[in-house]
């Protein structure tokens, strides 16, 4: 089993509706959770840090179940700049990237 | 400024030849990573540093090899061993908060000629 799993995508959707991310971890040891968010040959950028109580961020929600060591991002209301690609990342000793899921907005 | 600087953007390799990567940061992070990406895949561990002068594998070590000298630097020799070379490499850098966020180059893309 892959340490981090995503949804394999590409999601295609249209502009306005929700999406939703899954990611699943094996390592219970793990400590720290985020969402990057990578544009097309550019670095990773930090959209979210994710929290057991769950955390929102204007459009975004993050919420993480360590029980079923399950990570999500919802993205209400999107828009067509939310098109990339949307990486689970999961911190131990060291950092694991999830494979990513590539979001296309419709418009 | 404060960041992590990646040189060069663009290298191409030649059958046979070590080449090395650079990775610098002047925001006084202890821990340095860095990752491969392939077109269309996720990011791949390489090496990480934690501290200085130590460093662990990641998933994908093989034909590769760190050294972590200083604080500041963290640079990556592609060996004549890793057989297939061409991709896109990623370094960053993290503080030593539990939540804190990973700080990213702006990556080496790396071709065999």
């Known amino acids: 089993r892959k340490e981090v799993e995503q949804d394999p995508g590409p999601f295609n959707v249209p502009e306005g509706a929700t999406v939703a991310f899954n990611c699943t971890y094996s390592n219970s040891a793990s400590q720290s959770f985020f969402w990057y968010r990578q544009d097309c040959r550019k670095e990773p950028k930090l959209l979210m840090s994710v929290y057991s109580s769950g955390n929102e961020d204007g459009r975004f929600t993050a919420q993480l179940n360590r029980a079923s060591q399950y990570i999500s991002l919802l993205i209400r209301d999107s828009k067509l700049s939310d098109s990339a690609t949307y990486l689970c990342?999961?911190?131990?000793?060291?950092?694991?990237f999830g494979k990513g899921t590539r979001l296309h907005i419709l418009p | 400024d404060g960041g992590i600087t990646q040189s060069p953007k663009y290298l191409f390799r030649k059958e046979g030849q070590n080449v090395t990567l650079s990775c610098e940061q002047n925001?006084?992070?202890?821990?340095m990573y860095w990752y491969r990406q392939d077109p269309g895949q996720g990011l791949r561990l390489i090496y990480y540093?934690?501290?200085?002068?130590?460093?662990q594998k990641g998933d994908i070590a093989e034909g590769y090899s760190v050294s972590r000298e200083k604080k500041e630097s963290f640079p990556l020799t592609v060996t004549s061993a890793q057989k297939n070379p061409t991709a896109f490499y990623l370094c960053a850098s993290r503080g030593r908060l539990v939540n804190e966020k990973l700080f990213f180059g702006s990556g080496t893309q790396l071709s065999v000629l």
């Open positions: 925001l006084n992070h202890d821990a």
């Open positions: 540093s934690q501290i200085v002068n130590d460093f």
């Open positions: 990342v999961v911190r131990r000793d060291k950092i694991i």
